[in-house]
């Protein structure tokens, strides 16, 4: 009797895990195709106005005390995914000058832009770029006050976390951070994950974010939203909210670790999700030119995961403009889209699906004045990110 119900756990045991196996083959597929598209890639346009700059958006280290992550750490990590520049974001601390302390300047090859996440007294949460001395102080400030002060020192302040609050709809804040991977991390299945890991972790650590990922359609909207009521520019970009601090380990009384494992390593962060930034030629990257461009929206979101998207372009036929700026409706402007992979192309008006093409190279006419950004997707990818987006732009206004 004993023997059959050892026998039946062991059979119900073996059965709940084919899910996984099945799972780990997604992602088996997955892992075979984003090689297979890595070999397609093709980079043959004429020559822009613009050099594309990849990098990443909120970043944390030790010194925010919400994360262990070191300056070493980094600086590797943003070797390794062959960044640009990386804007940090530190939690303020009332002892110091957390901006200050930071990475700042070319480390490696590398421009580091120094920076804050800081609370507002209006129950908003702002990225400043670059930080402020008094920024452990800010959350005795509204929200405006804290824009107009970024705004008179040539700095940016955008608008964290969305979802959690929408006084910054009413401010004249820079932009907004339409997907946050740590946020988006927040809604996956422990019980799930736990087995995921089991399966997959070893073979695919990297593509385990497939399992979760979703384009954040609430933050999408809100920002169409925010645009439609303002008639503003409001700039999108992707924030890391990189930490470096879920796992476990143990380690040395130096701190040196002996034994553990890390799961979101900034490697694996900088590799997942990217904002591109397109300076004019000859300008080169710098703090200056840099913020400049992320002022002027002329920046996109990419998945690079899935594949590196430097190239993309969203602009205006015949002239200098593209994404953040504006056209003149009267000139009868044609927007053209390209990417180094085949994609299906969504062009979006004032936040609703107007049009959609396919190919490395499409073009559309808007339909009258508006707010027109485009969605990129790559069709050939499998489950689980099948109908999930590559790209998002910002927006080129029609006037």
């Not at 200050?100 to 129950?123: K, R």
């Not at 553990?260 to 030119?289: A, N, W």
Request: proline fraction near 4%; charge should be neutral; hydrophobic fraction near 40%.
């Amino acid at each position: 009797m004993k023997r059959k119900i050892l026998i039946a756990i062991l059979v119900l045991i073996i059965l709940s895990q084919i899910p996984f196996v099945y799972r780990r083959y997604r992602l088996r597929r997955l892992h075979n195709t984003i090689q297979q598209l890595a070999t397609q890639r093709v980079f043959s346009f004429d020559a822009t106005e613009y050099v594309d700059y990849k990098g990443v958006i909120h970043v944390h280290s030790f010194l925010g005390g919400h994360s262990t992550g070191s300056f070493s750490e980094l600086i590797a990590a943003a070797n390794a995914n062959q960044l640009d520049f990386v804007i940090m974001t530190e939690h303020p601390q009332a002892e110091f000058d957390t901006s200050a302390m930071t990475l700042n300047g070319s480390h490696a090859g590398v421009l580091f832009i120094n920076g804050n996440e800081v609370a507002t007294a209006s129950g908003d949460r702002l990225l400043i770029i670059p930080g402020a001395s008094n920024a452990a102080t800010m959350n005795t400030q509204s929200t405006q006050q804290i824009i107009d002060q970024q705004k008179a020192s040539g700095g940016l302040a955008f608008a964290a976390y969305p979802d959690e609050s929408l006084n910054w709809q009413s401010t004249k804040v820079d932009g907004v951070e339409i997907y946050n991977l740590f946020t988006n991390a927040r809604t996956i299945n422990r019980f799930v994950t736990f087995f995921d890991g089991l399966w997959s972790y070893r073979a695919y650590p990297d593509l385990m974010f497939a399992n979760f990922f979703a384009r954040p359609a609430d933050n999408l909207n809100r920002w169409d939203q925010a645009i439609a009521n303002t008639n503003r520019k409001l700039v999108a970009i992707a924030g890391n909210d990189a930490h470096s601090n879920v796992g476990v380990s143990l380690n040395d009384s130096s701190g040196n670790q002996l034994l553990g494992i890390k799961l979101d390593p900034y490697e694996r962060s900088f590799r997942t999700v990217r904002t591109h930034v397109l300076i004019k030629q000859g300008e080169g990257l710098t703090r200056e030119s840099l913020i400049e461009a992320l002022s002027l929206g002329h920046c996109y979101i990419s998945f690079d995961l899935f594949s590196d998207a430097s190239g993309f372009n969203f602009s205006v036929a015949n002239s200098d403009k593209t994404m953040g700026d504006e056209v003149a409706l009267r000139t009868q402007p044609r927007v053209i889209v390209r990417t180094t992979l085949p994609s299906r192309v969504v062009l979006i008006k004032n936040g609703s699906a107007v049009e959609q093409k396919s190919g490395m190279e499409v073009e559309f006419s808007p339909d009258g004045a508006g707010a027109y950004r485009v969605e990129v997707y790559l069709d050939s990818l499998p489950a689980p990110v099948t109908a999930q987006p590559w790209i998002l732009s910002n927006p080129i206004y029609v006037r």
